[in-house]
């Protein structure tokens, strides 16, 4: 129990350095693809390597079970387009930290006891570090990205709540690529629609290829084996990591520095990371004693 636990943690830290890599990597995109028809192309490549790897075809859920995965799939879907509308008028970072508000509010009305609300408060003190200074660039957001961000987190909320159903019925590979395929069969006419050829082009595969396999088949595959081994409760706080993790990652692709009250974010949202994860073991060790 405990080796899968601490398994389980790897995991969701590993998807969250993918899935912010793969952000910053689809931000490049952008100008030549534009929000939605990089969003077609991450939810196409990544529902084919899903697809190839876990042979969807072969799962075998209950009526309920279905159902929970289309509704994962569309709030999959929906939390990645929205997103990146989001973040093509807001930087990645304060995207991030404000579509957090979804999983956030997850953990907080799941918690069972003063020691759990600890850690979301301190994991809510560092997302709001992370947010610009106000009265400087704070007053230069754009009021429609941070709209869409609050947006996604809403539909991010939805992921956690319904990837967490999805993950007690079957194997969690083919879930997670079941929702996938109905996130694509939703976005990539709308790319399609919208952008035309331009999909089509070399350098806009190869970029969807990485954003895809960066930003989804990865991390998406490693949080659905984390949920089946960690409490809603507990992945949700974890995530709380994100907008530290999309920071660290627009510093070192796109050179996106970081202020003293960012580091002063990374250690807060660190910190809850680690008393989440002491917490829950010891939440184990009492409950095999």
Known sequence: MKNRFLLAVLAVLLAMIAIQSGASF???????????????????????????????????????????????????????????????????????????????????????????????????????LLAPDIGTSAESLDPVGVVLALIAGAFWAGYIVFGNKTGNEGSGGVTVTLGMLVAAAGIIP???????????????????????????????????QAMRNMPKQTFSIMMSMEPAIAAIAAFIIIDETLTLSQWAAVALVVIATAGSSMSQRQKQVETLS
């Open 26 to 128: 689809a931000k490049q995109l952008f100008p030549i693809a534009g929000p939605e028809g990089t969003s077609a192309l991450r939810v196409f490549f990544a529902a084919a390597i899903l697809t190839l790897i876990f042979k969807p075809w072969r799962a075998r859920l209950s009526q309920t079970g279905w159902r929970n995965v289309i509704i994962y799939g569309m709030c999959l879907g929906a939390m990645n387009l929205v997103f990146y509308f989001a973040i093509a008028r807001i930087p990645l970072g304060v995207g991030v930290a404000l579509e957090f508000t979804g999983p956030l509010a997850v953990a907080f009305f799941t918690a069972k006891n003063k020691r759990d609300f600890l850690w979301v408060l301190l994991a809510v003190v560092g997302i709001c």
């Open 190 to 224: 709308i790319g399609a629609i919208s952008q035309g050829a331009v999909l089509l082009t070399p350098y806009a595969l190869l970029m969807g290829l990485a954003v895809g396999v960066f930003s989804s088949a990865i991390p998406y595959t490693l949080e659905m």
